[in-house]
């Protein structure tokens, strides 16, 4: 009776002991197979610094192969071009971690693949004295441009190839030096104008009149209006308790929708939210991808949209207007103008093009996909042709460029301090099209503070 009870604990613990070991063994699986890239990319694991200590890390380069990174020696870290590339680059240490580029193609760079991070420990045994080089879609020569047309003032600017969905230009100011994060972690992170901030990805602002396009599209598409229909500024509109005004108390008097949108008349906007509603607006927003997120080697912050089913009539106007709670990032915006440059068609945002081990071969190598239709290509044609419009003959001729095809729309974004100056759009230039946007904190007029730098991106383009 004894021995049979004896043999019944032993099996019950064996029982135990079994699922508990079963459980851990799951638990290995799990993190070296589901958890492996996130574990690998996060900034505190320091798997990938220790490796500096005895490998030479691969460089960060341009489009054109230009080092944006380098190591001339193991546990050494040069940026040539110091806080021009910092939102891209990232930095890079053993005791903050790591951001941006550093961050997500570390183990690259390290000389260790995903595929080897999973082998944990034994990954040493298939190491690289050298790491892979990774080669963005940034164009140094722009982002220069777009860094030294921001000055001193803080600001973002984004420009990327509409057909390809590649990022040309990530700019945002002010910045750090990589160099020497760890030496300045401090100042850094008490700094108010918050250098560390990426503004470009993570800076959420409301977007003006630049979100006048999209409104526009929605008001054509669900046909409470047409092309025909002609509306009466007289400088306000008056929603129940509340009124909005044109900017620099302008009165537009009577103009159709393709005028409206170039002269960038509030009234005429504001209604038509009022028409759209709160389902419509939500719709509309939904269609241009303003409830998804770009992550990766982009880490976009999401768009704060207002609860469309809760807004009141004041609100819905302000919406029209790029008003009420909304706020966006630079890069949306972006993504918003090439939608009307590329037939409707927004490409997936990429920065990593390729990566290339010390020997020439490419491991890994971006193919462009298509991330959403957000228009057709009739009236994505037709809103482009009005947005030059814009340029020639509006609020964005400071934009214009002789033997380029330019197109935008400016906005002045009421905030908490003085506005902010947008300007948003698109240009086809040798063969290419490239859509940008470009905010300029609490700077004033998009036309006069932010459309004389896409004009300058857009020389330098054509200059290329």
Not at 24 to 42: F, I, N, P
Not at 59 to 67: Q, T, V
Not at 436 to 449: L, P, R
Request: proline residues 3%.
């Amino acid at each position: 009776m004894i021995e049979r009870n004896n043999t019944k604990y032993i099996l019950r613990s064996a029982v135990f002991l079994l699922l508990l070991f079963s459980g851990l063994a799951l638990y290995v699986v799990y993190l070296q197979v589901w958890k492996a890239d996130w574990l690998s990319e996060h900034p505190l694991n320091r798997r990938a610094a220790v490796a500096e200590d005895s490998v030479q890390r691969g460089s960060i380069l341009d489009r054109k192969g230009e080092a944006l990174a380098l190591s001339p020696t193991a546990g050494e870290r040069r940026y040539p071009y110091g806080k021009i590339m910092a939102p891209v680059t990232g930095y890079l240490d053993d005791t903050i971690g790591s951001t941006g580029i550093e961050a997500y193609k570390g183990a690259e760079l390290s000389g260790s693949s995903r595929l080897l991070g999973r082998l944990g420990p034994l990954a040493q045994l298939f190491s690289s004295a050298h790491g892979d080089d990774v080669y963005l879609t940034i164009d140094a020569e722009l982002q220069e441009t777009a860094y030294e047309a921001l000055g001193e003032r803080r600001g973002a600017v984004v420009m990327l190839d509409a057909k390809s969905g590649a990022v040309l230009v990530l700019v945002s100011r002010p910045s750090f030096d990589p160099t020497d994060v760890q030496a300045r972690w401090s100042s850094l992170r008490q700094d108010e104008a918050s250098p560390l901030l990426n503004r470009a990805l993570q800076g959420l602002y409301p977007p003006g009149s630049t979100i006048k396009p999209l409104i526009l599209d929605a008001a054509l598409e669900n046909e409470v209006t047409d092309l025909k229909e002609i509306f009466t500024c007289t400088g306000a509109l008056e929603v129940g308790d509340s009124v909005i005004h044109e900017s620099h108390g302008a009165v537009h008097g009577r103009l159709d929708v393709e005028h409206a949108l170039i002269e960038s008349c509030n009234t005429t906007f504001g209604t038509l939210a009022l028409r759209l509603g709160g389902k419509r607006l939500a719709d509309a927003f939904r269609r241009f991808g303003f409830e998804e997120t770009v992550q990766g080697d982009l880490e976009e912050a999401a768009a704060h949209l207002p609860n469309f089913d809760a807004l009141g009539q004041g609100d819905t106007a302000q919406v029209g207007i790029g008003q009420s709670t909304l706020l966006v990032t630079p890069l949306h915006m972006a993504l918003l103008a090439a939608a009307f440059v590329n037939d409707g068609v927004v490409m997936k945002p990429y920065l990593v093009e390729r990566v290339v081990t010390p020997g020439g071969i490419t491991l890994e190598k971006h193919t462009s996909e298509k991330w959403f239709e957000a228009t057709t290509a009739a009236r994505a044609s037709l809103i482009h042709g009005f947005m030059e419009e814009v340029v020639r003959e509006g609020t964005g001729r400071a934009a214009e460029i002789i033997g380029a095809r330019v197109a935008g729309k400016t906005g002045t974004a009421e905030n908490a301090g003085k506005d902010h100056a947008w300007f948003i759009g698109s240009a086809e230039v040798n063969g290419r099209k490239v859509a940008y946007a470009i905010i300029v904190e609490n700077s004033g007029g998009g036309g006069a503070e932010a459309a004389p730098i896409a004009g300058k991106l857009i020389k330098r383009l054509q200059d290329d």
